[in-house]
C-alpha cells in the first residue's frame, strides 16, 4: 500500500472521530440536556439557614445583590420548569427535583453561612 494512501486511512479515520465526538457532545449537551445546573434562590436568615456573601465590598455578587441565598442543584433538562429566573416556586412546590446544598461547620465559622438566631441560641 502506498504511503498516500496510509495518510488519507489517517485523515478520514481522524475526521470520523471529530465528527462523531461533536455530534455526541451536541446530543448530551442541547437535546438531552444531560448535566446541572445551580441556581441561587432567595433566603430569609430569620427563619431559615442561608448562605451569606456582603455585597456592599463584593465584586462577584449577582446583578440583583442577593446577599443571603440558599442554592440547589437542578436538571439542565427541568430548568424549563422554572417560572421564575431562580426557580423558587419550582423548587418550593415540588414540581422539579432540587437537591439544596446544605452548610458545612468550615462555612458557619468562616461565616459565609448563618443560621436563625433561635437556631444559634440553642
Given amino acids: 500500500m502506498p504511503k498516500e494512501k496510509k495518510h488519507n486511512i489517517f485523515l478520514y479515520v ?3 472521530s ?3 465526538s ?11 440536556r444531560d448535566f ?12 431559615e439557614t442561608c448562605f451569606y456573601r456582603d455585597c456592599t465590598i463584593n ?10 441565598y440558599n442554592t ?4 439542565a433538562s427541568d430548568f424549563k420548569y422554572c417560572t421564575d ?3 423558587t416556586s419550582a423548587c418550593k412546590t415540588g414540581v422539579i427535583l432540587c437537591k439544596k446544598t446544605e ?9 459565609t453561612c448563618v443560621a436563625p438566631i433561635s437556631i444559634n441560641t440553642n
Avoid at 461533536?22 to 449537551?29: D, G, R, V
Avoid at 446541572?36 to 427563619?47: A, D, L
Avoid at 465584586?59 to 443571603?68: A, H, T
Avoid at 440547589?72 to 436538571?75: A, D, E, L, P, R
Wanted: aromatic share 18%; proline share 4%; charged share 25%.
Fill in 36 to 47: 446541572n445546573f445551580i441556581v441561587e434562590t432567595k433566603c430569609n436568615p430569620e427563619t
Fill in 22 to 32: 461533536i455530534a455526541s457532545s451536541f446530543y448530551f449537551f442541547y437535546f438531552k
Fill in 59 to 68: 465584586d462577584n455578587c449577582p446583578s440583583d445583590n442577593l446577599s443571603y
Fill in 103 to 111: 452548610c458545612t461547620e468550615k462555612e458557619f465559622t468562616d461565616g
Fill in 14 to 16: 481522524l475526521l470520523i
Fill in 72 to 75: 440547589y442543584t437542578i436538571k
Fill in 85 to 87: 429566573e431562580d426557580c
Fill in 18 to 20: 471529530v465528527i462523531i
